[in-house]
């Protein structure tokens, strides 16, 4: 049974940065991609980017976040970070770490984590 | 990226089938079928209900069916039950290796 656990609510004064984790047990991590999806409030979902701990490391990011945000992973720690900077109030959101498998194929979130919210006012 | 558009609601009575639109462009859904479902209940995170356009993850109900026909994609829910109110979320991989997600619909039972 794939786990994904994610840290908790955070709240940030706008110019700050963010550093939310995700850690993953109950299927090899070295074998699985893991994406970052936010969501505010009533609103749809907008992918933010990813990382490939089968691809070494891989990263991708959506051109939207590209100059604020960085996801790394610790292998021994099967841990994700999504690090993004300069917040502003519309980056107020619950943020998603889900995992991609390959069990099947690629190219969808297999698993979710419970999300992280994040609140960004002054 | 702009994401793919969805109607913002459909609703239907119990028993009966509806099915959700979800239209991209020809640097999505119209070039792979890399195009996946997601079911979101209030305050819940999304749960994977489609893959690869019609594939089925194990345990999902054989009432959630998709396709594809150029650059929409579509999702029906057959005899609709009052569980499967909730938000529905298409995404699909672009040709940047990015992907994108849907605007959204809401599902009612009537």
């Known amino acids: 049974q794939v786990q994904v656990v994610q840290s908790g609510t955070e709240v940030k004064t706008p110019g700050a940065s963010v550093k939310l984790s995700c850690k993953t047990s109950g299927y090899p991590f070295t074998k699985c991609a893991f994406q970052w999806v936010r969501q505010a409030p009533g609103q749809s979902l907008e992918w933010m980017g990813w990382?490939?701990?089968?691809?070494?490391?891989?990263?991708k990011y959506s051109q939207r976040f590209q100059d604020r945000v960085t996801i790394t992973m610790d292998t021994s720690a099967t841990t994700v970070y999504m690090d993004l900077r300069g917040l502003a109030s519309e980056d107020t959101a619950v943020y998603y770490c889900?995992?991609?498998?390959?069990?099947?194929?690629?190219?969808?979130?297999?698993?979710w984590g419970q999300g992280t919210l994040v609140t960004v006012s002054s | 990226q702009s994401a793919l558009t969805q109607p913002a609601s459909v609703s239907g009575s119990p028993g009966q089938s509806i099915t959700i639109s979800c239209t991209g462009t020809s640097t999505d859904i119209g070039t792979y079928n890399r195009v996946s479902w997601y079911q979101q209940h209030p305050a819940k995170a999304p749960k994977l209900i489609i893959y690869?356009?019609?594939g089925r993850p194990s345990g999902i109900s054989t009432r959630f069916s998709g396709s594809k026909s150029g650059n929409t994609a579509s999702l029906t829910i057959s005899g609709l039950q009052p569980e499967d109110e909730a938000d529905y979320y298409c995404s699909s991989y672009t040709t940047r290796s990015t992907y994108v997600f849907g605007s959204g619909t809401e599902v009612t039972v009537l």
């Open positions: 690869d356009v019609s």
């Open positions: 990382i490939s701990a089968a691809a070494s490391g891989q990263t």
């Open positions: 889900a995992v991609e498998t390959y069990i099947t194929s690629c190219c969808h979130f297999d698993y």
